[in-house]
Structures are given as C-alpha cells and as structure tokens.
C-alpha cells in the first residue's frame, strides 16, 4: 500500500478538494449517516450533539477513514497508471534534522509551543467565544479518556497525515515553499470551522508547515501537536473551574502576563533562528515533477 502514496502529490486545488467538499462536507454527510444507522441498531449508543464518553473520538476519526479512502484510490490510480507509462516515483526525501542534535530537538518541540501559545494569547483574548461555544469547548477539553484519545493522540495522527504528509508534501511539488506552507495553515485554520481556533490554528500550522518543510518528519509534527492540544488538555484538568476562553493575561495578571510575553517573543525568536541555521536545508522541489520528467523524456 505504502507504494502507492509516492506516485500521488496532490495539487492546491484538489487539496482544497480533500479539505473541503471530502472532509468537511462529505465526512460530515457519511459520519451523520453511520450514526444514524448504528443508533437505530442500538439506541443512543453514538450522539453527534453534545457528543461525549467514546462518542467524542469515534465521530472524530469516521470523516478521515472516509478522506483516507479516498487518497488511497487516487494513489492506487496514478500508481497503475505510472506503470503503464514507465513514471518513476516522485521524489521522497527522507526525515533529516541535520545539525540539530535529537535530544535538543525533543527539548525544543515543547518551547515552541508554549512560547507561542503565549505570544498568540492577546489575539485569543480578542476574540469573544459566545456561550454555546464555550459549552463545546468545555466537551472538548473534558478530563477523561475518550477526550485525551480523540484530542491529544487523534488529532495530531490523523490531521498532521492530511495537512502536512498529504497536503502539504504534494503541494512543495507543485509550489514555493512557503506558498505551500501558508495554503497548508489556511486549510488547517478552515477544517476547524471556527475563529476562535481557526485563526491560532493558522498560526500553529505555520509553524508545523516550516518544520516539516525543513525536516520532513510527519513524527515531529504529530509530537508539536500532540504538545499542543495536551497542554490544553492538562491546563484542563489542573483547573476545571476556569472558562473555556480563560486569557493568561486574566489568569496572572498584567504585569507577570507582559514579562512572559517578552521573554516568550526572544525565547521564540533564537529558538527559530538556531532551528532555521542548524537544521537541515529543505529539498529544492520548486519545479514540478511532471515538467522535469517531460524534460528528460524529450
């Protein structure tokens, strides 16, 4: 099967495609269908409102086996079809960190995050969640197993392999890195289907796109999300009484809040810049596989 997904690099449009009308619209269509049997089988064994126990990480991953499913047919296609006409595989450049040592890269994963969710703190202070989003967000950030499985080990499995190591990976084939990478964080902030996380969410996943860029490890982004959501998980737990869109800055204070702000700005800032000298430089895919191959044909 593994194979198959060489011989696929999906463009910007068809990855608007995957996010939009499969994902979003088409998941959303099948996930309600399947609910619908499965309770009429069993009776409130899955709820789509309010959803929470194992409802929460089973309704979350039925859209992806519907997205996966259709991404393995694309690649099992243009797989036969490359073989009937002697294509090659399109380049997979393998996971690299280059002079970054492993260790000091696993200690960096979580200073990037929290660094950020600091500096990204004011913007989700200005947005105002209304009450029945806070109400979602409280089901979301429930202490319990079935939410941890679907937010912290779910989420970052199965949208870093749609963003990043399907989205992302065909379109720096087709497109400027950081063309890609800014596309990639807008379908990441579009799937959330809500301000209050799309827009952290495009900051986030510009972050994801440049270190998957620069790696190409689908392991460090799933390790950078799965940091992020759990940190949300964990503040969760640790403070059950406080609001789902609770600011650091009213938690701690101005002045404890405006010291963490700077000193995250500069721990963020060289943190980047040692990441952007020591690891390894991204692989030059600019022009587009197909062109070179019809290049060489010629």
């Given at each position: 099967?593994?194979?198959?997904?060489?011989y696929?690099?999906?463009?910007?449009?068809?990855?608007w495609?995957?996010?939009?009308?499969?994902?979003?619209?088409?998941?959303?269509?099948?996930?309600?269908?399947?609910?619908?049997?499965i309770?009429?089988?069993?009776?409130?064994?899955?709820?789509?409102?309010g959803a929470?126990?194992?409802?929460?990480?089973?309704?979350?991953?039925?859209?992806?086996?519907?997205?996966?499913?259709?991404?393995?047919?694309?690649?099992?296609?243009?797989?036969?079809?490359?073989?009937?006409?002697?294509?090659?595989?399109?380049?997979?450049?393998?996971?690299?960190?280059g002079?970054?040592?492993?260790?000091?890269?696993?200690?960096?994963?979580?200073?990037?995050?929290?660094?950020?969710?600091?500096?990204?703190?004011?913007?989700?202070d200005?947005?105002?969640?209304?009450?029945?989003?806070?109400?979602?967000?409280?089901?979301?950030?429930?202490?319990?197993?079935?939410?941890?499985?679907?937010?912290?080990?779910?989420?970052?499995?199965?949208?870093?392999?749609?963003?990043?190591?399907?989205?992302?990976?065909?379109?720096?084939?087709?497109?400027?890195p950081?063309?890609?990478?800014?596309?990639?964080?807008?379908?990441?902030?579009?799937?959330?289907?809500?301000?209050?996380?799309?827009?952290?969410?495009?900051?986030?996943?510009?972050?994801?796109?440049?270190?998957?860029?620069?790696?190409?490890?689908?392991?460090?982004?799933?390790?950078?999300?799965?940091?992020?959501?759990?940190?949300?998980?964990?503040?969760?737990?640790?403070?059950?009484?406080?609001?789902?869109?609770?600011?650091?800055?009213?938690?701690i204070?101005?002045?404890?809040?405006?010291?963490?702000?700077?000193?995250?700005?500069?721990?963020?800032?060289?943190?980047?810049?040692y990441?952007?000298?020591?690891?390894?430089?991204?692989?030059?895919?600019?022009?587009?596989?197909?062109?070179?191959?019809?290049?060489?044909?010629?």
């Amino acid at each position: 099967m593994r194979k198959y997904f060489d011989y696929y690099r999906p463009k910007l449009g068809e990855s608007w495609l995957i996010m939009l009308a499969i994902l979003l619209v088409g998941g959303t269509i099948i996930t309600a269908s399947l609910v619908f049997i499965i309770n009429l089988i069993r009776p409130g064994a899955l709820s789509l409102t309010g959803a929470s126990g194992w409802s929460t990480p089973v309704i979350y991953v039925i859209p992806f086996i519907f997205v996966f499913f259709y991404v393995y047919l694309r690649a099992r296609n243009n797989y036969h079809q490359a073989l009937g006409q002697s294509t090659p595989p399109y380049p997979n450049p393998g996971a690299r960190l280059g002079r970054v040592p492993l260790p000091v890269f696993i200690l960096i994963l979580p200073v990037l995050i929290v660094t950020l969710s600091v500096i990204m703190d004011p913007l989700t202070d200005w947005l105002e969640m209304p009450e029945f989003m806070k109400e979602i967000f409280a089901k979301m950030s429930e202490n319990n197993l079935p939410t941890f499985v679907a937010v912290v080990v779910a989420a970052p499995i199965l949208e870093e392999w749609l963003l990043r190591n399907v989205a992302l990976k065909g379109m720096l084939q087709h497109m400027a890195p950081w063309k890609a990478i800014a596309w990639s964080a807008l379908m990441f902030g579009v799937i959330h289907a809500n301000p209050w996380q799309a827009i952290p969410a495009f900051l986030v996943g510009c972050l994801l796109g440049w270190i998957y860029y620069r790696t190409r490890s689908y392991w460090s982004c799933v390790a950078l999300h799965a940091i992020n959501n759990g940190l949300s998980f964990l503040l969760a737990g640790l403070f059950p009484q406080i609001s789902a869109d609770a600011s650091l800055r009213s938690l701690i204070g101005n002045n404890f809040f405006y010291i963490a702000l700077a000193a995250s700005v500069i721990l963020l800032g060289l943190t980047l810049l040692y990441l952007n000298k020591k690891l390894a430089s991204g692989p030059q895919l600019n022009i587009t596989y197909e062109q070179q191959h019809e290049s060489v044909s010629s």
